[in-house]
């Protein structure tokens, strides 16, 4: 069956994160007290019953001229297009506002079905209070409570009675998934943006804007791609807001959902120590990786600029020696196109399997070329080599003693694969193993 999306809509500050949690299972969302916390649109993945579901959570909708509020609507409004079916959440402590009003009327013309959930119904004497939420229009309203996780099941029941039910015809996923991640208001929405020829997110000046970690797809050539939008990523001792804070785990968890990240730097700051910080972050998580040098149009150049940046970078990141730069501007979308097929490239090495027997003609040679070390007498002995798994490729040798491994022998080996085989872009972990 295809994948049923669900889109959460309503006003700030009725719940919507905190039942897009509990639908997710996870603290994806941002919940805090705070009104329009959530401003952008967010995807996750559930199951109920069975049945995969796309879940969208949204900002909330508001009619004042507060900033940001017309970008607002616009996301929740492409959430409602993207949807099979709408939730409206409000809120029974607030009764039915001129707001929930409002967004009723605009959830008429959408033609898609509509559950109204009421959300803060703890008990049964607020359940009484639900009636009055009738006068929008929408049908039965659903109670429910998301601090309590009371209610979810009949709403999701609800959801797929209203869910088209034909198969799923479509071609096996072969999408790539790519996060944009760097520090604070280096360009990272802007080169989305640029990308995708729409405004998908909501850029501002304002360092910190994009506060969750937003998705979307496009194709470049029959390629399908998915794209990730991080926040910026803060140094976490130095993280005193809350919302920040759960903006940094989700960036990280960020680079855990994606095949390969897209570190953004920029050009007119030039490096800092939060850029290795993040590089860490997702050459840990064994990603595929690509140095995006952004803001390159802001520099006054000549014929050795790109030579010595180069040369900073590979100096400061030593340990991503393997990640391709690439210098670009959004703002005149400079080598843009160049990212797709990268990040294509870089995935299909991030895949790459290597048959043993080529790897331990690389062996062989690389034995010729510096031999084993010997420790107090005993000679390491490097008996064969052997891929076990890809994404990233993951190799384990067989030795003798593990204990004669030392590090600076197993870079060796390492750069020995990398200089016989492509694998740009990608992390290479290598295991030692006794054989028995």
Not at 20 to 29: K, W
Not at 260 to 266: D, F, T, Y
Not at 403 to 416: A, C, G, K, T
Request: aromatic residues 6%; glycine residues 6%.
């Amino acid at each position: 069956m295809a994948n049923l999306t669900i889109a959460i809509v309503g006003r700030p500050n009725v719940g919507k994160s905190t039942i897009f949690n509990r639908l997710a299972g996870d603290r994806i969302s941002i919940v805090e007290d705070t009104p329009g916390v959530t401003r952008d649109r967010i995807y996750a993945h559930a199951e109920w019953l069975g049945r995969r579901l796309n879940i969208i959570d949204t900002g909330g909708i508001d009619f004042s001229n507060e900033s940001f509020q017309d970008k607002i609507r616009a996301q929740a409004k492409i959430a409602m297009e993207e949807a099979d079916v709408i939730v409206m959440l409000t809120n029974v402590r607030d009764g039915v506002t001129d707001t929930d009003e409002m967004i009723a009327q605009l959830l008429y013309r959408t033609n898609k079905p509509v559950i109204l959930a009421v959300n803060k119904v703890d008990n049964a004497e607020q359940r009484a209070n639900i009636y009055d939420f009738y006068s929008l229009g929408l049908g039965d309203p659903v109670p429910i409570s998301g601090a309590h996780g009371l209610g979810l099941g009949e709403l999701l029941e609800t959801a797929l009675k209203l869910s088209p039910q034909e198969p799923d015809q479509g071609p096996v996923d072969d999408t790539i998934s790519f996060a944009v991640i760097g520090r604070p208001n280096v360009g990272k929405s802007s080169i989305v943006n640029a990308m995708l020829g729409e405004e998908r997110v909501i850029v501002s000046n304002i360092a910190g804007t994009t506060r969750d970690a937003v998705h979307t797809q496009f194709t470049v050539d029959k390629q399908k791609y998915r794209i990730i939008d991080t926040a910026g990523l803060r140094k976490r001792g130095k993280v005193y807001e809350k919302t920040e804070k759960y903006s940094v785990l989700r960036s990280m968890r960020a680079i855990e959902e994606a095949d390969v990240a897209l570190l953004v730097l920029n050009a007119e700051e030039g490096i800092r120590d939060q850029d290795k910080n993040i590089a860490g972050y997702a050459h840990e998580a064994g990603r595929g990786l690509i140095i995006v040098v952004n803001k390159w149009d802001a520099l006054k150049k000549d014929n050795h600029t790109m030579k010595e940046f180069e040369a900073e970078i590979r100096a400061h990141f030593q340990f991503i020696d393997y990640a391709p730069i690439v210098f670009v501007s959004a703002k005149t979308k400079q080598r843009l196109h160049q990212l797709p097929e990268l990040i294509k490239h870089v995935h299909e090495n991030h895949q790459r399997r290597i048959q043993s027997s080529l790897l331990n003609d690389v062996l062989n040679r690389a034995i010729t070329i510096n031999p084993a070390p010997s420790d107090k007498g005993r000679k390491l002995r490097v008996y064969y080599l052997t891929q076990v798994a890809t994404a990233p490729p993951c190799f384990v040798a067989f030795v003798n003693d593990v204990d004669l491994m030392h590090f600076s022998y197993e870079r060796f080996l390492v750069n020995q694969i990398r200089e016989s085989f492509d694998f740009e872009g990608t992390p290479i972990k290598l295991i030692t193993r006794e054989r028995k």
